[in-house]
């Protein structure tokens, strides 16, 4: 399927239409596991879900980015994050709890993790990444879509909001004092998290 002509933008938006079916698939999936998983354990791992699409523009200028020529192909095969669903969690330990719960689901087929929580990026981002595929069926039959899940705490997701506004701001040209402080925030921001999960032990332990 590899154009040597680029695409028109009409091509592109029916070849986009699967990836709106495939994320309504997994957003219903995904309500399922976890209200399965809070029924089953008396617990809410879930604070909230974000979900998106890529526009058209935005998966271009990814593809640009990283070097490739805009086609079809291309998109599909290079751009993993045509579908981003962010999952935001109260707590760290959460996050990995929400991983776990992916991880054992048949439905979703998991491609590639990115432990960010361990191994934070330079930046100082923190975020675990899933990048997955979802079967949809379609009148040509079962295809396998590709989407991304970023799984984070709300701290993460503060920091991580901020540095977006400031990346858009700067257009990509971060002063270096503003980076370093970023940096120190995403560091505050870890011992945060870590300070409020022992805080949730202590209070769930005066409960039992
Ligand atoms: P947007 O606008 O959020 O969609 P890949 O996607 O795997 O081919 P890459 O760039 O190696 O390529 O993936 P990575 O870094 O694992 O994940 C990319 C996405 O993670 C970004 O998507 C952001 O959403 C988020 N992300 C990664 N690093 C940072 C960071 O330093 N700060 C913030 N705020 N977010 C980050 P997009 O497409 O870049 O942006």
Redesign the pocket.
């Given at each position: 399927m590899k154009n040597a002509v680029s695409p028109s933008n009409d091509e592109i938006k029916a070849a986009m239409l699967k990836y709106d079916f495939a994320l309504q698939i997994l957003e219903t999936q995904l309500k399922i596991l976890i209200k399965e998983y809070e029924t089953k354990y008396q617990y809410h791992p879930v604070e909230h879900i974000k979900s998106?699409i890529?526009t058209i523009d935005?998966a271009i200028a990814?593809l640009q980015k990283?070097g490739y020529e805009v086609n079809l192909y291309n998109l599909e095969h290079?751009?993993?994050?045509i579908i981003?669903i962010r999952i935001v969690c109260s707590f760290l330990s959460d996050t990995y709890k929400i991983v776990e719960m992916l991880e054992n689901s048949s439905f979703i087929k998991i491609i590639?993790k990115?432990d960010?929580i361990s191994h934070p990026?330079p930046?100082?981002?923190t975020?675990y990444?899933l990048?997955v595929k979802i079967p949809v069926c379609l009148v040509s039959g079962i295809e396998e879509v590709e989407a991304?899940i970023?799984i984070r705490t709300i701290a993460m997701d503060f920091?991580?909001?901020l540095?977006?506004k400031i990346?858009y701001k700067f257009s990509n040209d971060i002063p270096t004092e503003i980076k370093k402080e970023l940096y120190n925030c995403a560091v505050d921001i870890k011992k945060l998290d870590q300070k409020m999960l022992i805080l949730n032990d202590i209070v769930n332990r005066y409960y039992k």
């Open positions: 998106r890529k935005s990814k990283k290079h751009v993993h994050d981003g590639e990115k960010y990026k930046s100082g981002y975020s990444h990048i991304e970023q920091w991580a909001s540095d977006h990346q």
